[in-house]
């Protein structure tokens, strides 16, 4: 008989969820779970015991039975690491009693024992199908005859499924609602929720295979795994090891702990007062064979161990601790966290370009975070029009001889926005040997997430979910309460005694989606000039860069006879943006200006959107993008009239605008239609209302997301 390869098991790996201190025990049979499952879908694993944590009887006793990685099956063929395990179940409970059936892609949100609990009649198993057996109620004593031990080891899945459904009156049926796919979920009718369509898991098992988007009921799955954070809830614990850690004996070394006992084991090392420091033996790219099929378990690269290291850090905030990550070759990598050396602030750099846009959103962001910064400027140069992805992690896109210097020491945190800080930020990790955390900001830069620890970009970008993306209803901005009381006592002079109402005209310009000309801004100018006239007020005009020497003009001969006051971006004297926004009754903002359409939507202030006309370039990339962004979301139907798995031309679709060669069009009309919808802004044209309440700002949720990602108590 072949040796045991790493990984195997000779039986299921028994899990109990025992009664309840304080309750007494009801007397009746536990109730047994046999799970599919295999290492890569350690995070569903848990979640789906936590969940049953959530809604079990306490007087009982639940045997949850985890099948992975099971000795004695030929594999050939299975589309799963577990496919045929199901059809063992009788075996390895003695062809004796019940047992429920689960895949591992699934959530219980009623009491499985009521399932457990049904009447099997004559039936050798219950299933909503008889050709879907991914939830199952088993007589094992029957269903021992129809699935020997030998065939559920050597035959093929359908092989298996023509025994049980060759049986007349083998399978009953099964209540719809303990298992509802994906959009079969009924709020308070479905008792077990499966996640059926792969690329929209919301745990995300298989990034190398499919491009992950989001699940409409993925926020049920993430509660649980939060409220299983919170608990502090792991399936193994240093008293109770899987079976293969304890088959280790003595503790290994970390890159040879099973997969299942790492979670418990990384919490008890950075649980001490630190500071920590671990060294990690990294796979290749390739992974290292592990498992009965030599290929299961995910590879164990620096990367992957940084998200494991990441996650222990969240759990156990406070300690500083650094792993040194070897991989072949002696590359090395540093990952580190916790309170920085002597209780200090990390060091952070916040990488400014010449779109002021782009630095305030990532000064601004600086701020919210409350450290001290430094602030690199940075001059593209020619190469900077190439691609990111061409580019790569480097300096090559800059004009480094009138860039401010970039070197040691290097920056514990890096704070980027716009399309061209991105590959610096990228090259500064790789000069830290990986130690350099970055966060990107905005759809250009952050296209492509995996690259970044967070990426920060607007809903209405469209971008694809990551675990390491961050999505926002608008961009981050440095517009605060405190700002504008301030903005307010420094402008009073200036702007008090101009007539109220005070009607704010922030203008953009030309940009990708929108043009604007001479007759536009004459237009725009009259309709401000009629509401103020027929107010009685005053006019603060305030234009860009893009704006033009046309339409600027065209602007102020409209406004003609109006008290007005006038800037123009780089203009003589202190920009009076933020007195603007601090002395105004009424703001109007062209439609192009995502960034001031978010900061005058926090202000609490009637906000109108004046529209632009739309470019003819911008009308025809668009044709081509949601093209490739309709074609990346379509989920044709399988053989079940379920979304089958991502392929072919969905997934090309899909990896171009995950990887960032064709990004879903900034359309900002979706800006547009999500600050009407929340009442915060009207088209031009409507009377201004003034909104119920300003809406919190999600500076917060970013700095949250850091401090957690640096291993900081919050």
Known sequence: MASPRIGERAAPELVTLGVRPGHGSRGKLPVRIFLGTEPRQHRAERVFVWSIEQVRDPGRVYEIFLMKGLRGFRRRGWTTGFSNYRCAIPHYAAAAGRAIYNDVDQIYLSDPAELFDLDLGEHGYLAVAPNDNSVMLIDCERMAKVWPFEAACTESKAALLRRATGVP??????????????????????????????????????????????????????????????????????????????????????????????????????????????????????????????????????????????????????????????????????????????????????????????TTQAVGFAEALGWPFERKRLVPGLLSRLHNRILGASLRGMDLARSDPLEPPWPDLVIAAGRRTAPVSLALREASAGAARLVQLGRKGADDAALFDLAVTPAYTRLFPHPHRLVLDGPLHRVTPERIAEARVHWKERFETLPAPRIALLVGGTSGQYRIDGATARRMGEAVARRAREAGGSVLVSTSRRTGDAPAHALRTALEGIPSHFYGAGGAGENPYLGYLAWADELVVTADSESMLVECGSLGKPLSIHPLPERWSFRLLRFFREAVLRRARAQPLGQRETGRPQQGLELLCARLIERGWVRPTRDLSLLHADLERRGLAVALGEPPRVPAEPPASENPRAVARVRAMLGLVD
């Open 169 to 358: 009156g083998n399978c009953g049926p099964l209540e719809a609602g303990w298992n509802a796919r994906d959009g079969e979920y009924r709020e308070g009718r479905s008792h077990c929720l499966h996640y059926t369509n792969l690329h929209t898991q919301p745990w995300a098992p298989f990034p190398e295979r499919f491009v992950y988007q989001e699940h409409p009921q993925g926020s049920l799955w993430f509660d649980l795994e939060r409220s299983a954070d919170a608990a502090g809830f792991e399936i193994f614990t240093r008293e109770r090891p899987s079976s293969l850690y304890r088959a280790l004996g003595n503790e290994p070394p970390l890159d040879q702990v099973p997969i299942d006992d790492l979670p418990w084991l990384l919490d008890g090392k950075l649980a001490t007062a630190g500071p920590v420091h671990l060294e990690i033996a990294c796979d290749p790219p390739g992974g290292v064979p592990r498992g009965p099929d030599g290929g299961r378990d995910p590879a164990r690269t620096a990367n992957w161990w940084a998200e494991r290291l990441d996650a222990a850090a969240r759990r156990r905030p406070g300690t500083r601790w650094t792993a040194d990550l070897r991989g072949p070759g002696d590359v090395r990598r540093i990952r580190s966290g916790g309170p920085a050396p002597g209780g200090g602030s990390p060091r952070v750099w916040v990488l400014a370009d010449d779109r002021p846009g782009n």
